[in-house]
Protein backbone atom coordinates (compact mmCIF):
# COMPACT_ATOMS: atom_id res chain seq x y z
CA UNK A 1 0.00 0.00 0.00
CA UNK A 2 1.24 3.49 -0.76
CA UNK A 3 0.74 6.65 1.62
CA UNK A 4 -2.42 8.64 1.84
CA UNK A 5 -2.58 11.90 -0.07
CA UNK A 6 0.42 13.94 0.82
CA UNK A 7 0.29 18.40 -0.20
CA UNK A 8 3.02 17.34 -2.95
CA UNK A 9 0.74 14.93 -4.21
CA UNK A 10 -2.44 16.97 -4.13
CA UNK A 11 -0.29 19.44 -6.37
CA UNK A 12 0.04 16.62 -8.84
CA UNK A 13 3.12 14.89 -8.26
CA UNK A 14 2.51 10.93 -9.08
CA UNK A 15 5.47 8.63 -8.82
CA UNK A 16 6.48 8.40 -12.65
CA UNK A 17 7.12 4.95 -13.60
CA UNK A 18 6.38 3.56 -10.76
CA UNK A 19 3.64 0.52 -11.19
CA UNK A 20 0.67 0.79 -9.29
CA UNK A 21 -2.17 -2.62 -9.12
CA UNK A 22 -4.14 0.23 -10.98
CA UNK A 23 -4.54 3.39 -12.29
CA UNK A 24 -7.92 5.07 -12.26
CA UNK A 25 -8.36 8.14 -14.97
CA UNK A 26 -11.41 10.10 -13.44
CA UNK A 27 -11.47 11.31 -10.45
CA UNK A 28 -15.37 11.87 -10.26
CA UNK A 29 -17.60 9.56 -8.31
CA UNK A 30 -17.47 6.44 -10.46
CA UNK A 31 -13.58 6.53 -10.09
CA UNK A 32 -13.14 7.67 -6.66
CA UNK A 33 -16.15 4.72 -5.82
CA UNK A 34 -14.19 1.93 -8.10
CA UNK A 35 -10.28 3.08 -6.36
CA UNK A 36 -12.40 2.89 -2.84
CA UNK A 37 -13.48 -0.74 -3.52
CA UNK A 38 -9.97 -1.67 -4.88
CA UNK A 39 -7.93 0.42 -1.77
CA UNK A 40 -10.08 -2.33 0.71
CA UNK A 41 -9.00 -5.05 -0.75
CA UNK A 42 -5.59 -3.53 -0.02
CA UNK A 43 -4.71 -2.87 -3.85
CA UNK A 44 -2.58 0.17 -4.90
CA UNK A 45 -3.90 2.64 -6.84
CA UNK A 46 -3.69 6.04 -8.31
CA UNK A 47 -6.72 8.28 -9.08
CA UNK A 48 -5.38 10.89 -12.18
CA UNK A 49 -8.08 13.91 -12.01
CA UNK A 50 -8.29 16.69 -14.22
CA UNK A 51 -10.81 18.30 -11.80
CA UNK A 52 -13.90 18.88 -14.64
CA UNK A 53 -16.27 16.57 -12.87
CA UNK A 54 -19.53 17.06 -15.35
CA UNK A 55 -21.82 17.92 -12.56
CA UNK A 56 -19.59 20.87 -11.28
CA UNK A 57 -22.59 23.58 -12.50
CA UNK A 58 -25.05 22.06 -10.34
CA UNK A 59 -25.56 22.98 -6.61
CA UNK A 60 -26.45 20.04 -5.40
CA UNK A 61 -26.79 16.32 -6.09
CA UNK A 62 -30.13 14.40 -5.70
CA UNK A 63 -31.33 11.18 -5.59
CA UNK A 64 -28.71 9.64 -3.82
CA UNK A 65 -30.10 8.09 -0.81
CA UNK A 66 -28.11 9.66 2.68
CA UNK A 67 -26.59 12.29 0.66
CA UNK A 68 -29.21 13.76 -1.20
CA UNK A 69 -28.99 17.76 -1.42
CA UNK A 70 -25.22 17.45 -0.87
CA UNK A 71 -23.25 19.31 -3.09
CA UNK A 72 -21.28 17.43 -6.66
CA UNK A 73 -18.10 18.88 -5.05
CA UNK A 74 -18.70 18.17 -0.76
CA UNK A 75 -19.25 14.63 -2.29
CA UNK A 76 -15.99 14.20 -3.94
CA UNK A 77 -14.14 15.98 -1.27
CA UNK A 78 -15.17 13.25 0.78
CA UNK A 79 -14.31 10.64 -1.19
CA UNK A 80 -10.81 11.53 -1.55
CA UNK A 81 -10.26 12.33 2.61
CA UNK A 82 -11.80 8.23 2.65
CA UNK A 83 -9.15 7.23 0.54
CA UNK A 84 -6.53 9.25 1.90
CA UNK A 85 -7.43 6.91 5.31
CA UNK A 86 -6.77 3.84 2.43
CA UNK A 87 -3.18 4.86 1.32
CA UNK A 88 -5.00 5.87 -2.60
CA UNK A 89 -2.98 8.61 -4.08
CA UNK A 90 -5.07 10.88 -5.75
CA UNK A 91 -3.34 13.68 -7.94
CA UNK A 92 -4.53 16.26 -10.45
CA UNK A 93 -3.62 15.67 -13.82
CA UNK A 94 -5.07 15.06 -17.30
CA UNK A 95 -3.79 11.68 -18.98
CA UNK A 96 -3.15 12.12 -22.70
CA UNK A 97 -2.61 8.60 -23.92
CA UNK A 98 -2.28 5.40 -23.01
CA UNK A 99 -0.21 2.56 -24.05
CA UNK A 100 -0.54 -1.36 -23.59
CA UNK A 101 2.88 -4.05 -23.08
CA UNK A 102 3.62 -6.58 -20.93
CA UNK A 103 3.89 -5.67 -17.90
CA UNK A 104 0.27 -3.67 -17.70
CA UNK A 105 -0.30 0.21 -19.16
CA UNK A 106 1.89 2.80 -19.63
CA UNK A 107 -0.50 6.15 -18.78
CA UNK A 108 1.02 8.88 -20.28
CA UNK A 109 0.10 12.88 -18.94
CA UNK A 110 -0.27 15.99 -20.49
CA UNK A 111 2.61 17.23 -19.24
CA UNK A 112 5.27 14.87 -20.10
CA UNK A 113 5.13 12.40 -17.30
CA UNK A 114 4.31 8.85 -16.93
CA UNK A 115 2.46 6.66 -14.72
CA UNK A 116 2.12 2.70 -14.69
CA UNK A 117 -0.80 0.67 -13.70
CA UNK A 118 -0.84 -3.47 -14.15
CA UNK A 119 -5.07 -2.58 -14.37
CA UNK A 120 -6.75 0.48 -16.01
CA UNK A 121 -10.56 1.72 -15.06
CA UNK A 122 -11.24 5.13 -17.14
CA UNK A 123 -14.37 6.66 -15.50
CA UNK A 124 -13.78 10.09 -17.56
CA UNK A 125 -17.29 10.61 -18.39
CA UNK A 126 -19.21 12.93 -20.83
CA UNK A 127 -19.60 16.17 -22.16
CA UNK A 128 -22.98 17.09 -22.36
CA UNK A 129 -23.38 19.27 -25.96
CA UNK A 130 -26.07 21.77 -25.67
CA UNK A 131 -28.41 23.11 -28.51
CA UNK A 132 -26.44 26.20 -29.81
CA UNK A 133 -29.25 28.75 -28.70
CA UNK A 134 -27.66 32.21 -26.64
CA UNK A 135 -27.58 32.12 -23.49
CA UNK A 136 -28.56 28.80 -22.57
CA UNK A 137 -25.25 26.99 -21.92
CA UNK A 138 -24.89 29.83 -19.38
CA UNK A 139 -27.51 28.55 -17.01
CA UNK A 140 -26.92 24.99 -17.78
CA UNK A 141 -27.29 23.40 -13.83
CA UNK A 142 -29.17 25.50 -12.55
CA UNK A 143 -32.88 26.65 -14.48
CA UNK A 144 -31.50 24.74 -17.94
CA UNK A 145 -31.74 21.05 -17.00
CA UNK A 146 -32.64 17.76 -18.43
CA UNK A 147 -32.98 14.64 -15.81
CA UNK A 148 -36.38 14.97 -14.30
CA UNK A 149 -34.77 12.65 -11.14
CA UNK A 150 -31.97 15.05 -10.87
CA UNK A 151 -33.32 18.05 -10.86
CA UNK A 152 -37.21 17.85 -11.26
CA UNK A 153 -38.32 18.37 -7.46
CA UNK A 154 -36.48 21.74 -7.18
CA UNK A 155 -38.36 23.16 -10.11
CA UNK A 156 -41.85 21.67 -9.38
CA UNK A 157 -44.80 24.00 -10.21
CA UNK A 158 -42.72 25.96 -12.00
CA UNK A 159 -43.10 26.96 -16.17
CA UNK A 160 -40.78 24.60 -17.39
CA UNK A 161 -40.23 24.83 -21.32
CA UNK A 162 -39.33 21.16 -22.67
CA UNK A 163 -37.30 22.05 -26.23
CA UNK A 164 -38.06 19.17 -28.36
CA UNK A 165 -34.61 17.75 -29.91
CA UNK A 166 -36.02 14.51 -31.09
CA UNK A 167 -38.53 11.49 -30.70
CA UNK A 168 -37.85 11.32 -27.11
CA UNK A 169 -39.19 14.79 -26.40
CA UNK A 170 -42.74 13.99 -26.23
CA UNK A 171 -41.40 11.17 -23.62
CA UNK A 172 -39.40 13.95 -21.97
CA UNK A 173 -42.48 16.56 -21.52
CA UNK A 174 -44.49 13.76 -20.01
CA UNK A 175 -42.33 13.16 -17.54
CA UNK A 176 -41.31 16.74 -16.75
CA UNK A 177 -45.37 17.35 -16.66
CA UNK A 178 -45.40 14.66 -13.11
CA UNK A 179 -43.18 17.66 -11.86
CA UNK A 180 -45.50 20.79 -12.62
CA UNK A 181 -48.88 21.54 -14.27
CA UNK A 182 -47.16 24.77 -16.28
CA UNK A 183 -44.93 22.76 -18.88
CA UNK A 184 -44.56 23.72 -22.50
CA UNK A 185 -43.40 21.20 -25.48
CA UNK A 186 -41.14 23.69 -27.72
CA UNK A 187 -40.41 22.71 -30.98
CA UNK A 188 -37.76 25.19 -32.10
CA UNK A 189 -38.66 25.19 -35.35
CA UNK A 190 -39.27 21.18 -35.42
CA UNK A 191 -41.88 18.49 -36.89
CA UNK A 192 -45.18 18.80 -34.92
CA UNK A 193 -46.05 15.78 -32.86
CA UNK A 194 -47.31 12.79 -34.35
CA UNK A 195 -51.93 12.60 -34.50
CA UNK A 196 -51.28 10.56 -30.86
CA UNK A 197 -48.98 12.42 -29.48
CA UNK A 198 -50.40 15.08 -29.79
CA UNK A 199 -53.42 13.73 -28.05
CA UNK A 200 -51.51 12.57 -25.27
CA UNK A 201 -50.19 16.24 -24.85
CA UNK A 202 -53.34 17.57 -24.91
CA UNK A 203 -55.13 15.08 -22.24
CA UNK A 204 -52.20 16.48 -20.12
CA UNK A 205 -52.50 20.43 -20.66
CA UNK A 206 -49.27 20.68 -21.97
CA UNK A 207 -49.46 23.77 -24.81
CA UNK A 208 -47.11 22.96 -27.97
CA UNK A 209 -45.07 26.17 -29.32
CA UNK A 210 -43.82 25.73 -32.77
CA UNK A 211 -41.84 28.71 -33.36
CA UNK A 212 -37.71 28.71 -34.00
CA UNK A 213 -35.78 29.81 -30.35
CA UNK A 214 -34.05 32.52 -30.80
CA UNK A 215 -32.50 33.01 -27.26
CA UNK A 216 -33.30 32.17 -23.56
CA UNK A 217 -34.19 35.29 -21.56
CA UNK A 218 -32.55 36.33 -18.39
CA UNK A 219 -33.47 38.81 -15.93
CA UNK A 220 -31.83 39.22 -12.42
CA UNK A 221 -29.41 36.21 -12.64
CA UNK A 222 -33.39 34.38 -13.17
CA UNK A 223 -34.35 32.51 -16.40
CA UNK A 224 -37.52 34.21 -17.14
CA UNK A 225 -38.29 32.82 -21.30
CA UNK A 226 -36.87 32.03 -24.10
CA UNK A 227 -37.48 34.58 -26.93
CA UNK A 228 -38.67 32.68 -30.33
CA UNK A 229 -37.50 33.64 -34.36
CA UNK A 230 -40.29 36.06 -34.53
CA UNK A 231 -39.94 38.46 -31.41
CA UNK A 232 -42.07 36.85 -29.47
CA UNK A 233 -41.14 35.94 -25.81
CA UNK A 234 -42.46 32.73 -24.05
CA UNK A 235 -42.54 33.38 -20.35
CA UNK A 236 -41.01 30.25 -18.52
CA UNK A 237 -39.26 29.93 -15.44
CA UNK A 238 -37.07 26.77 -16.28
CA UNK A 239 -35.65 24.94 -19.70
CA UNK A 240 -35.39 21.24 -19.83
CA UNK A 241 -33.13 20.33 -22.88
CA UNK A 242 -31.90 16.91 -24.78
CA UNK A 243 -27.89 17.28 -24.94
CA UNK A 244 -26.27 14.81 -27.00
CA UNK A 245 -23.79 12.88 -24.34
CA UNK A 246 -20.61 12.65 -25.61
CA UNK A 247 -18.25 9.73 -24.19
CA UNK A 248 -14.86 11.65 -22.82
CA UNK A 249 -13.01 8.82 -24.66
CA UNK A 250 -9.18 10.07 -25.64
CA UNK A 251 -7.38 7.69 -23.45
CA UNK A 252 -9.52 4.64 -24.61
CA UNK A 253 -9.25 5.27 -27.92
CA UNK A 254 -5.41 5.73 -27.91
CA UNK A 255 -5.65 2.18 -26.59
CA UNK A 256 -7.92 0.83 -29.66
CA UNK A 257 -11.16 1.64 -27.91
CA UNK A 258 -13.82 3.54 -30.10
CA UNK A 259 -16.90 5.48 -28.79
CA UNK A 260 -19.85 3.87 -30.23
CA UNK A 261 -22.76 5.89 -31.01
CA UNK A 262 -25.72 5.40 -28.58
CA UNK A 263 -29.36 5.71 -29.99
CA UNK A 264 -33.04 4.99 -28.51
CA UNK A 265 -35.97 4.72 -30.48
CA UNK A 266 -33.73 5.63 -33.76
CA UNK A 267 -32.42 8.54 -32.01
CA UNK A 268 -28.81 8.98 -31.58
CA UNK A 269 -27.94 10.17 -28.02
CA UNK A 270 -25.09 10.34 -27.81
CA UNK A 271 -21.75 7.87 -27.97
CA UNK A 272 -20.23 5.75 -25.34
CA UNK A 273 -17.73 3.16 -24.69
CA UNK A 274 -19.34 -0.42 -24.61
CA UNK A 275 -18.24 -2.28 -21.76
CA UNK A 276 -20.17 -5.48 -20.38
CA UNK A 277 -21.68 -5.87 -17.01
CA UNK A 278 -18.47 -5.09 -14.53
CA UNK A 279 -17.39 -2.27 -16.84
CA UNK A 280 -14.64 -4.89 -18.61
CA UNK A 281 -14.14 -3.73 -22.02
CA UNK A 282 -12.95 -5.21 -25.40
CA UNK A 283 -9.64 -4.50 -24.30
CA UNK A 284 -8.36 -6.84 -22.00
CA UNK A 285 -7.06 -4.95 -18.45
CA UNK A 286 -9.31 -1.84 -19.21
CA UNK A 287 -12.29 -1.16 -17.41
CA UNK A 288 -14.78 1.60 -17.68
CA UNK A 289 -17.12 3.03 -15.37
CA UNK A 290 -20.15 5.94 -14.79
CA UNK A 291 -20.95 8.46 -17.93
CA UNK A 292 -18.17 7.05 -20.11
CA UNK A 293 -20.21 3.98 -21.01
CA UNK A 294 -23.89 4.18 -18.94
CA UNK A 295 -24.92 8.14 -20.78
CA UNK A 296 -27.85 7.69 -18.35
CA UNK A 297 -26.12 7.32 -15.38
CA UNK A 298 -26.80 9.24 -12.09
CA UNK A 299 -24.48 10.15 -9.49
CA UNK A 300 -26.11 6.92 -7.36
CA UNK A 301 -25.84 4.66 -10.61
CA UNK A 302 -22.04 5.71 -11.26
CA UNK A 303 -20.94 4.89 -7.49
CA UNK A 304 -22.22 1.42 -7.94
CA UNK A 305 -20.63 1.35 -11.53
CA UNK A 306 -17.64 2.26 -10.35
CA UNK A 307 -17.42 -0.48 -7.09
CA UNK A 308 -18.89 -3.02 -9.77
CA UNK A 309 -15.91 -2.45 -11.91
CA UNK A 310 -13.09 -2.03 -8.87
CA UNK A 311 -14.93 -5.66 -7.16
CA UNK A 312 -14.09 -7.24 -11.12
CA UNK A 313 -10.55 -5.30 -11.17
CA UNK A 314 -9.65 -6.98 -8.19
CA UNK A 315 -10.69 -10.48 -9.01
CA UNK A 316 -9.08 -9.97 -12.43
CA UNK A 317 -5.77 -8.96 -10.22
CA UNK A 318 -6.44 -12.16 -8.15
CA UNK A 319 -6.72 -14.00 -10.60
CA UNK A 320 -3.18 -12.87 -12.28
CA UNK A 321 -1.44 -12.81 -9.21
CA UNK A 322 -2.58 -16.67 -8.52
CA UNK A 323 -0.96 -17.62 -12.07
CA UNK A 324 2.10 -16.12 -11.06
CA UNK A 325 2.22 -18.20 -7.64
CA UNK A 326 1.67 -20.86 -8.74
CA UNK A 327 4.05 -20.42 -11.60
CA UNK A 328 6.74 -19.69 -8.59
CA UNK A 329 5.36 -22.40 -6.59
CA UNK A 330 6.22 -25.25 -9.28
CA UNK A 331 9.79 -23.68 -10.13
CA UNK A 332 10.77 -23.62 -6.86
CA UNK A 333 9.32 -27.28 -6.04
CA UNK A 334 11.10 -28.23 -9.06
CA UNK A 335 14.87 -26.79 -8.11
CA UNK A 336 14.70 -26.31 -4.22
CA UNK A 337 16.08 -29.61 -3.79
CA UNK A 338 19.37 -29.49 -6.18
CA UNK A 339 22.50 -29.05 -5.29
CA UNK A 340 22.86 -25.47 -6.45
CA UNK A 341 19.97 -24.50 -4.57
CA UNK A 342 21.41 -25.97 -1.10
CA UNK A 343 24.43 -24.14 -1.88
CA UNK A 344 23.56 -21.40 -2.22
CA UNK A 345 20.95 -21.42 1.29
CA UNK A 346 24.42 -22.71 3.16
CA UNK A 347 26.27 -19.98 1.92
CA UNK A 348 23.68 -17.51 2.23
CA UNK A 349 24.07 -17.62 5.93
CA UNK A 350 27.67 -18.58 8.50
CA UNK A 351 24.80 -21.13 10.14
CA UNK A 352 21.66 -22.26 9.29
CA UNK A 353 21.15 -24.57 11.73
CA UNK A 354 20.78 -23.85 15.69
CA UNK A 355 23.85 -26.55 16.36
CA UNK A 356 21.95 -28.41 18.83
CA UNK A 357 20.87 -32.19 17.94
CA UNK A 358 17.56 -32.80 16.91
CA UNK A 359 15.59 -33.62 20.00
CA UNK A 360 13.15 -36.63 18.93
CA UNK A 361 16.55 -38.16 17.68
CA UNK A 362 17.95 -37.81 21.33
CA UNK A 363 15.05 -38.83 23.00
CA UNK A 364 14.44 -41.94 20.74
CA UNK A 365 18.28 -43.28 20.53
CA UNK A 366 19.60 -42.54 23.94
CA UNK A 367 18.33 -46.07 25.01
CA UNK A 368 19.56 -48.17 21.63
CA UNK A 369 23.14 -50.15 21.80
CA UNK A 370 25.28 -48.58 19.17
CA UNK A 371 26.52 -49.41 16.60
CA UNK A 372 26.62 -48.25 12.45
CA UNK A 373 24.76 -44.96 11.93
CA UNK A 374 23.29 -43.10 8.47
CA UNK A 375 22.53 -39.31 8.93
CA UNK A 376 20.22 -38.67 6.51
CA UNK A 377 21.05 -34.93 5.12
CA UNK A 378 23.18 -34.30 8.17
CA UNK A 379 23.42 -30.69 7.31
CA UNK A 380 26.01 -28.96 9.46
CA UNK A 381 26.29 -31.93 11.47
CA UNK A 382 24.88 -31.58 14.46
CA UNK A 383 23.57 -35.02 15.23
CA UNK A 384 26.28 -36.78 13.61
CA UNK A 385 28.73 -35.17 15.85
CA UNK A 386 26.17 -35.99 19.11
CA UNK A 387 25.84 -39.52 17.74
CA UNK A 388 29.19 -40.19 17.79
CA UNK A 389 30.13 -38.77 20.77
CA UNK A 390 27.86 -41.26 21.91
CA UNK A 391 29.91 -44.16 20.39
CA UNK A 392 28.08 -44.51 17.13
CA UNK A 393 30.17 -44.55 13.85
CA UNK A 394 28.86 -42.64 11.77
CA UNK A 395 28.08 -42.23 7.65
CA UNK A 396 26.69 -38.65 7.22
CA UNK A 397 25.48 -37.86 3.84
CA UNK A 398 24.11 -34.47 2.55
CA UNK A 399 23.97 -33.19 -1.43
CA UNK A 400 25.50 -29.40 0.02
CA UNK A 401 29.51 -29.57 0.43
CA UNK A 402 29.26 -26.40 1.80
CA UNK A 403 27.15 -28.03 4.80
CA UNK A 404 29.64 -31.02 4.88
CA UNK A 405 32.68 -28.93 5.10
CA UNK A 406 31.07 -26.82 8.18
CA UNK A 407 30.49 -30.61 9.38
CA UNK A 408 33.78 -31.97 9.02
CA UNK A 409 34.81 -28.81 11.02
CA UNK A 410 33.08 -29.61 14.33
CA UNK A 411 33.73 -33.11 14.03
CA UNK A 412 37.21 -32.21 14.25
CA UNK A 413 36.68 -29.57 17.09
CA UNK A 414 34.71 -31.86 19.03
CA UNK A 415 37.29 -34.75 18.38
CA UNK A 416 35.01 -36.74 16.41
CA UNK A 417 36.38 -36.92 13.24
CA UNK A 418 37.51 -40.25 13.04
CA UNK A 419 34.22 -41.55 14.06
CA UNK A 420 32.01 -39.77 11.37
CA UNK A 421 32.32 -40.48 7.45
CA UNK A 422 30.97 -37.30 5.32
CA UNK A 423 30.15 -38.22 2.09
CA UNK A 424 28.70 -36.57 -0.37
CA UNK A 425 25.31 -37.39 -2.29
CA UNK A 426 21.70 -37.09 -3.30
CA UNK A 427 20.09 -39.90 -2.01
CA UNK A 428 17.12 -38.95 -4.15
CA UNK A 429 19.53 -41.40 -6.84
CA UNK A 430 22.23 -42.42 -5.26
CA UNK A 431 22.16 -46.04 -2.92
CA UNK A 432 22.78 -44.80 0.99
CA UNK A 433 24.23 -48.57 1.70
CA UNK A 434 22.72 -51.16 3.73
CA UNK A 435 22.88 -52.90 6.85
CA UNK A 436 23.02 -49.61 9.10
CA UNK A 437 21.64 -49.93 13.17
CA UNK A 438 19.77 -46.77 12.93
CA UNK A 439 19.11 -45.08 9.83
CA UNK A 440 17.62 -41.23 10.93
CA UNK A 441 16.17 -38.92 8.72
CA UNK A 442 14.99 -35.37 10.48
CA UNK A 443 12.70 -33.36 8.64
CA UNK A 444 13.85 -34.43 5.05
CA UNK A 445 10.99 -33.61 2.78
CA UNK A 446 10.02 -34.26 -0.37
CA UNK A 447 7.26 -33.77 -2.91
CA UNK A 448 5.02 -37.18 -2.58
CA UNK A 449 6.66 -39.28 -5.31
CA UNK A 450 9.85 -38.36 -4.21
CA UNK A 451 9.80 -38.85 -0.91
CA UNK A 452 8.20 -42.34 -0.89
CA UNK A 453 11.31 -43.54 -3.05
CA UNK A 454 13.61 -41.94 -0.96
CA UNK A 455 12.12 -43.67 2.74
CA UNK A 456 11.69 -46.67 0.73
CA UNK A 457 15.29 -46.67 -0.21
CA UNK A 458 16.51 -45.81 3.43
CA UNK A 459 14.26 -48.55 4.81
CA UNK A 460 16.01 -51.27 2.74
CA UNK A 461 18.78 -49.85 4.06
CA UNK A 462 18.30 -50.86 7.53
CA UNK A 463 20.07 -53.99 9.18
CA UNK A 464 18.22 -56.85 10.91
CA UNK A 465 17.49 -55.40 14.43
CA UNK A 466 18.19 -51.87 13.62
CA UNK A 467 15.89 -49.14 13.45
CA UNK A 468 14.66 -46.44 11.36
CA UNK A 469 13.93 -43.31 12.64
CA UNK A 470 11.87 -40.51 10.87
CA UNK A 471 10.78 -37.03 11.73
CA UNK A 472 8.87 -34.41 9.86
CA UNK A 473 6.42 -31.43 10.16
CA UNK A 474 3.19 -32.84 10.43
CA UNK A 475 0.48 -31.81 8.03
CA UNK A 476 -1.40 -29.95 10.74
CA UNK A 477 1.07 -27.44 11.34
CA UNK A 478 -0.13 -25.30 8.42
CA UNK A 479 -3.16 -24.04 10.05
CA UNK A 480 -1.08 -22.62 13.15
CA UNK A 481 0.87 -19.17 12.92
CA UNK A 482 4.26 -21.17 13.33
CA UNK A 483 5.30 -19.47 9.58
CA UNK A 484 5.93 -22.71 8.35
CA UNK A 485 6.92 -22.49 4.10
CA UNK A 486 3.75 -23.61 2.69
CA UNK A 487 4.03 -26.96 0.53
CA UNK A 488 1.36 -29.18 1.95
CA UNK A 489 2.34 -32.35 -0.29
CA UNK A 490 5.55 -32.35 1.18
CA UNK A 491 4.40 -32.64 5.02
CA UNK A 492 3.24 -36.20 5.99
CA UNK A 493 2.37 -38.20 8.65
CA UNK A 494 4.02 -41.16 10.57
CA UNK A 495 1.43 -43.56 9.38
CA UNK A 496 2.26 -42.52 6.17
CA UNK A 497 5.48 -43.22 6.12
CA UNK A 498 4.68 -46.41 8.09
CA UNK A 499 2.85 -47.70 5.44
CA UNK A 500 5.50 -47.57 3.13
CA UNK A 501 7.52 -50.53 4.87
CA UNK A 502 7.00 -54.07 4.32
CA UNK A 503 4.36 -55.93 5.67
CA UNK A 504 5.04 -58.63 9.13
CA UNK A 505 8.97 -57.23 8.33
CA UNK A 506 8.89 -54.44 10.91
CA UNK A 507 8.08 -53.77 14.28
CA UNK A 508 6.32 -50.05 14.83
CA UNK A 509 7.62 -48.80 18.04
CA UNK A 510 5.75 -45.20 17.42
CA UNK A 511 3.80 -43.33 14.70
CA UNK A 512 2.34 -40.43 16.00
CA UNK A 513 2.11 -36.52 15.89
CA UNK A 514 4.06 -35.36 19.04
CA UNK A 515 3.49 -31.74 20.41
CA UNK A 516 6.03 -29.84 21.24
CA UNK A 517 5.73 -25.57 22.17
CA UNK A 518 7.71 -23.04 20.10
CA UNK A 519 7.17 -19.56 19.43
CA UNK A 520 5.57 -18.17 16.28
CA UNK A 521 7.34 -14.86 14.51
CA UNK A 522 5.09 -12.91 16.64
CA UNK A 523 5.74 -14.00 19.97
CA UNK A 524 3.50 -15.91 20.48
CA UNK A 525 3.69 -19.22 22.86
CA UNK A 526 1.74 -22.35 20.29
CA UNK A 527 1.86 -25.98 20.24
CA UNK A 528 2.91 -27.78 17.34
CA UNK A 529 3.42 -31.24 16.03
CA UNK A 530 6.08 -33.24 14.70
CA UNK A 531 5.43 -36.33 12.63
CA UNK A 532 7.54 -39.45 14.54
CA UNK A 533 8.19 -42.70 13.30
CA UNK A 534 10.26 -45.25 15.11
CA UNK A 535 10.16 -48.63 13.63
CA UNK A 536 12.35 -51.77 13.87
CA UNK A 537 13.33 -53.85 11.85
CA UNK A 538 12.59 -57.90 12.56
CA UNK A 539 16.02 -60.11 12.81
Known amino acids: MHGGVSDEKERGTPVEEQTYDVVVVGGGAAGLSGALALARS ?9 GEPRNAPAAHMHNFLGRDGVPPGELLADGRDELAGYGVEVVTARAGSAVRDDAGFRVELEDGRAVRGRR ?22 RDVAHCPYCHGWELRDQRIG ?18 SPHVLLLLNGGDAPAAEQGEEL ?37 VVVGPRFTARSGVLEALGLVAEPFEMHGHRLGSRIPADESGATSVPGVWVAGNVTNLGATVAVAVAGGQTAGAAINMDL ?12 RNRIATMFTEDAWEERYRGKDAVWSGRPNPVLVDEVSGLAVGRALDV ?8 VWLAGRGWQVTAVDISSVALGRAAGHAAD ?3 AERITFRHADLRTDEPGEGYDLVSAQFMHLPPDARRELYTRLAASVGPGGTLLVVGHHPSDLATSVGRMHFPDMLFTAEEIAGLLEPGGWKIVTAEA ?16 DAVLVAQRQR
Not at 162 to 168: D, F, T
Not at 209 to 227: F, H, M, N, W, Y
Not at 318 to 329: G, L, P, Q, S
Open 42 to 50: RRSVLVLDS
Open 120 to 141: LLVTTGLVDELPAIPGLAGRWG
Open 162 to 179: VIASGPLSVHQAQMWRQI
Open 202 to 238: AARGVPVVPGAIESVEVAGDRLTGVRLADGDVVAVDA
Open 318 to 329: IAEDTRAAVAAY
Open 377 to 384: GCGEGADA
Open 414 to 416: AGL
Open 514 to 529: RPRTVTDPQGREITIH
